[in-house]
């Protein structure tokens, strides 16, 4: 079973601030999500990751797939991009669903 | 973009009833739908996967008969709680995979359902 961990638990800065959330698990995947759930509950797939960096808008997230881990950045930070930021993994050779992490919070604060 | 929806998006119920709870894909077939599962300060757990057509896969600890899951189109799953207990009471969440997704990897999810159980 594929465990994953995300750090920081919660996450509180400044608008403008550098953002980075990380990822690790224990098992080979055959991809990584990196999701966006909001105060309501909905979830936005931000990233579905197996290899290299991807970038869409100030949002980059990185895998190494060696080291089995992976990073949400987010640049410029603003007030709405507090949520919390969930990542997950599909086992390679596994069945279909995926294995989530506890999520972070995050609050960017004006 | 693809959108899923669920319906209701949240429901009371008395213990003891039974609530269905409807995935449907708006714009395009979902040959797989996954029923995923939140209790408050915990991460989402995949309750079951959906073919359409057959039965559903449902995970270790999960009651198939408590929970039951149809998946009759392309378009619609259901998840159905049997007579609910409180500790059901959970935010209940879809996602789909597009028939036609160049990669097996690709989910969209519902905007899910949250069900309060008296």
């Known amino acids: 079973k594929n465990e994953v961990e995300q750090s920081p638990q919660n996450l509180t800065a400044q608008e403008g601030e550098f953002i980075t959330i990380n990822c690790s698990y224990s098992v080979g995947i055959s991809a990584l999500h990196w999701l966006q759930q909001h105060p309501g509950g909905g979830i936005v797939s931000l990233f579905m990751?197996?290899?290299g960096k991807k970038k869409h808008g100030r949002l980059i997230a990185t895998i190494n797939i060696q080291e089995k881990h992976s990073s949400l950045h987010i640049t410029a930070s603003h007030p709405r991009d507090s949520a919390v930021y969930i990542c997950?993994?599909?086992?390679?050779?596994?069945?279909?669903?995926?294995?989530f992490g506890k999520g972070t919070h995050l609050i960017i604060q004006p | 973009g693809a959108v899923v929806s669920q319906h209701p998006s949240r429901v009371i119920c008395k213990s003891g009833t039974s609530v269905k709870i409807e995935c449907r894909s708006l714009d395009f077939q979902a040959t797989t739908m996954f029923w995923y599962r939140q209790f408050p300060k915990q991460s989402l757990m995949l309750m079951a996967t959906?073919?359409?057509?057959?039965?559903?896969?449902?995970e270790q600890g999960v009651e198939k008969d408590k929970f039951l899951i149809n998946h009759a189109s392309l378009t619609l799953s259901t998840l159905t709680v049997t007579s609910a207990h409180p500790e059901d009471s959970s935010f209940y969440i879809c996602?789909?995979?597009?028939?036609?997704?160049?990669?097996?990897?690709?989910?969209?999810f519902g905007p899910g359902t949250r069900l309060l159980v008296l």
């Open positions: 959906s073919n359409e057509g057959s039965k559903a896969t449902y």
């Open positions: 996602s789909a995979r597009p028939q036609t997704s160049g990669s097996r990897e690709t989910q969209y």
């Open positions: 990751l197996s290899s």
């Open positions: 997950a993994v599909r086992s390679r050779g596994g069945a279909d669903g995926l294995t």
